[in-house]
């Protein structure tokens, strides 16, 4: 064993008063603060009991006396229990601040054996270790609660015992288990003004964490206080009597029931609402503001009573029929026009045939399912000015657009209608010959679709409904569809559908253009040429090559300690996915990570026990070429043997017991691959306890993971005190030692301080 100090022997991080102490190794036992059992000594004379009794809010309302004993806290877990300012809030609800600090922010909260999460009602989380709890929700009035809080390990808890209301029982007895809640109190059910739904209402119960709903003693449904059930779904007749009933659950059992009769009111006489102006006396001649129905310029409308906000969409026109849809029910009672009726659709809205209004004034009258409410609309039909056809041109551009680009996000399972790119209007002569022509780019595999229709009617004007092309990610391709209109519009559009299914991609249009023929010229016919693509690269793995199109992606392989590219410098993680725009050589990574068998002593000075590791490659790379680059690093971690034994002989970056991690800072000799670690400053006392090191390797990853590999180690091999090496060096007859490094040894030996 060489125990000369060396140049560059890697002395690498010096710690300073640094004692590797088992003692200084805090292992925190399970423990509980109990509240004092004599709950009269809950006073608001908190300064002769200590800050162990801390004065509660006091209130119009109630009184809240907060007890715990400190000195059986550890001081990790709660600060403080206190009800902030004691106002009430504009609610009149009080809250409860837990505030708790070394075991955040996963420590759990416990009311009366319910657990407290985290955006529950009536629950406010102000940090990460500070929750405001509403007491409404979550303390019993008049009672004792019980308040817990645990670390996030269940090692540590505490325990608070929070008196309320205005006066304290005297009672010694201490009860901390969860009991069943008490039955819900002020249940009322309201029925609403369709005579349909009764909603359910009652005051929380502060232990309850759900709430069932009975029917004439029979278990139905769970509910939530304002839960609605239906006249429907319970099967309930008109004037017949029925029990409602609602009972409190949670964890230590169910409530008794609170029940309240109902009677089912009959509904009431179906009317429909009018007023004067929807008298047959009524002269709609005499209205002055009359509104374009959207979309038309023959026809306007006006609606009666005041009722606008009831017309959620205005009347438009949807191709050849007209449309509005209104707030009132999910269905009609009756939809009538010119007192001539029309069947009712499902749904809020109406949809009425161009040809069914006449010349003049129309009235519409749409009634609720219900026949509570009813909406007027007039309508004015101007006669249609005959226009003259635009005369026809032989190759003449219709739509000539360039330079658009779209971005399109990823669809899963989307339609093609999700994203347009749109030109209207478009003039479409039934009979003639029509040819489209895109040159598109997209960054990624894309499916797109050329759509001409009528619009407003929304049928397609060629046979064909349409023509699909297919674009490679990262081609150009000019696509051509050649068709001939089977309808005539002066209102058509040339649309192309983007929202297919597939990645999100960047879709630039160099051009859009259509025009319109008596004969399409020769040679012009559908197809979708590729106009250029990209280029290929080769991704090179362990000598086996993979050709890849510009722009796309290259997964690696499962190699635990991933790749290394000799082209870039960098190592990519397994099952890592890049973007190739270039060739790459890669190889994958196979470091192994051994420790020298015992240990020495650090001569220089500040001095103390040193461990070695050696790094080699087990595979093509040389180990210079990967140690030297920024993505790995190395370095020794160091505890003691018995901190190591007891944690399964496992020691590593994610160990949570004490040890030192020490980064290499120097190969030893100018040796790739072989460096030290030492632990110095050791206090006398542990001369003779055994350390053990372990050398590692971290690899940084192009994406930013990391992978460490470490050295195998055990007590035999890898285990040594200082001592024990003192003693060695001793026996060797302090081989290649000068007179002041003996000295170094003897004071080991002796156990002398340095």
Not at 464 to 485: C, D, H, L, P
Not at 572 to 584: C, D, K, L, P, Q
Request: aromatic letters at 10%; proline letters at 2%.
């Amino acid at each position: 064993m060489n125990i000369i100090s060396k140049k560059k022997q890697g002395v690498i991080a010096i710690i300073c008063a640094i004692a590797m102490v088992v003692t200084s190794l805090t292992i925190y036992n399970p423990r509980e603060a109990k509240a004092d059992t004599d709950y009269s000594q809950l006073t608001y004379d908190y300064k002769n009991k200590g800050e162990a009794y801390m004065k509660g809010a006091e209130t119009t309302k109630s009184q809240w006396r907060v007890a715990v004993d400190t000195s059986q806290s550890t001081g990790d877990i709660v600060n403080w229990m206190t009800t902030g300012d004691g106002n009430l809030n504009f609610y009149g609800e009080m809250f409860m601040n837990v505030t708790w600090h070394g075991v955040y922010p996963d420590a759990t909260l416990e009311i009366n054996g319910v657990k407290v999460e985290k955006g529950a009602e009536g629950v406010q989380v102000y940090a990460a270790a500070e929750i405001h709890v509403n007491a409404k929700n979550w303390i019993n009035n008049n009672a004792y609660n019980v308040v817990k809080v645990t670390s996030a390990d269940e090692t540590q808890y505490v325990t608070f015992i929070v008196a309320t209301g205005n006066k304290v029982d005297t009672s010694t007895e201490e009860s901390t288990e969860l009991q069943k809640p008490a039955a819900p109190t002020g249940l009322v059910a309201n029925i609403n003004d369709l005579k349909t739904n009764y909603t359910i209402a009652f005051a929380n119960v502060a232990t309850a964490t759900s709430y069932k709903f009975y029917l004439d003693g029979k278990f139905v449904k769970d509910i939530t206080n304002g839960g609605v059930v239906t006249i429907e779904e319970l099967k309930l007749e008109e004037g017949k009597t029925y029990t409602f009933g609602v009972s409190a659950v949670n964890a230590a059992g169910e409530s008794d029931i609170s029940t309240v009769s109902v009677t089912v009111p009959s509904k009431e006489t179906e009317t429909t609402k009018g007023s004067e102006e929807t008298t047959e006396t009524f002269d709609p001649s005499t209205i002055t503001e009359w509104t374009a129905v959207g979309g038309s310029t023959t026809m306007s409308y006006y609606i009666a009573n005041d009722a606008a906000g009831k017309v959620s969409v205005k009347p438009e026109m949807h191709g050849d029929s007209l449309y509005a849809a209104f707030a009132l029910a999910a269905k009609f009672k009756s939809v009538v026009l010119n007192d001539e009726s029309i069947t009712p659709r499902g749904g809020a809205y109406v949809e009425i045939a161009k040809t069914s209004f006449k010349e003049g004034y129309n009235k519409l009258v749409v009634t609720d399912f219900y026949g509570k409410e009813s909406v007027t609309i007039y309508f004015k039909v101007e006669k249609e000015e005959e226009t003259t056809a635009k005369p026809y041109k032989d190759g003449e551009v219709l739509v000539n657009d360039s330079n658009v680009t779209k971005e399109v996000p990823a669809y899963e399972n989307g339609d093609y209608w999700q994203n347009e790119y749109n030109n209207a209007p478009v003039n479409y002569v039934k009979g003639k010959k029509y040819v489209a022509e895109v040159v598109v780019s997209s960054t990624a595999a894309k499916k797109i679709k050329l759509v001409f229709q009528r619009v407003n009617i929304w049928d397609f004007v060629d046979a064909n409904s349409g023509y699909e092309a297919e674009i490679a990610a990262g081609n150009k391709v000019k696509i051509t569809y050649v068709f001939e209109a089977t309808q005539e519009t002066d209102n058509g559009n040339f649309d192309i559908y983007l929202g297919s299914v597939a990645d999100a991609t960047t879709l630039v249009f160099e051009s859009k253009k259509l025009t319109t023929y008596n004969e399409v010229p020769a040679g012009v016919q559908t197809g979708v040429e590729v106009v250029s693509a990209p280029a290929t690269y080769t991704v090179t793995v362990d000598g086996t090559p993979t050709s890849v199109t510009e722009g796309s992606t290259y997964t690696f392989g499962d190699n635990a300690q991933g790749y290394y590219d000799t082209t870039n410098s960098v190592a990519y993680a397994s099952g890592e996915t890049i973007t190739v725009n270039s060739n790459i050589t890669v190889t994958s990574i196979n470091l192994n990570v051994a420790m020298q068998k015992g240990a020495s002593v650090r001569l220089a000075t500040p001095t103390g026990l040193r461990f070695q590791t050696v790094i080699t490659s087990g595979n093509d790379i040389a180990v210079s070429d990967i140690l030297n680059k920024d993505f790995v690093t190395t370095g020794t971690l160091i505890t003691t043997f018995d901190l190591f034994s007891a944690n399964g002989n496992v020691l590593d970056k994610d160990s949570k017991y004490t040890n030192l991690d020490i980064a290499n800072s120097g190969w030893y000799n100018d040796e790739v691959g072989k460096f030290c670690g030492s632990i110095i400053k050791i206090k006398t006392g542990n001369y003779e306890k055994k350390f053990v090191g372990v050398g590692y390797a971290t690899i940084t990853y192009h994406n930013g993971d990391k992978y460490s590999i470490y050295a195998d180690v055990n007590e035999t091999d890898n285990a040594r005190s200082i001592y024990y090496v003192a003693n060695a060096v001793k026996d060797a007859g302090y081989k290649n030692c000068d007179a002041a490094q003996k000295a170094i040894i003897d004071k080991y030996l002796a156990k002398e301080a340095f």
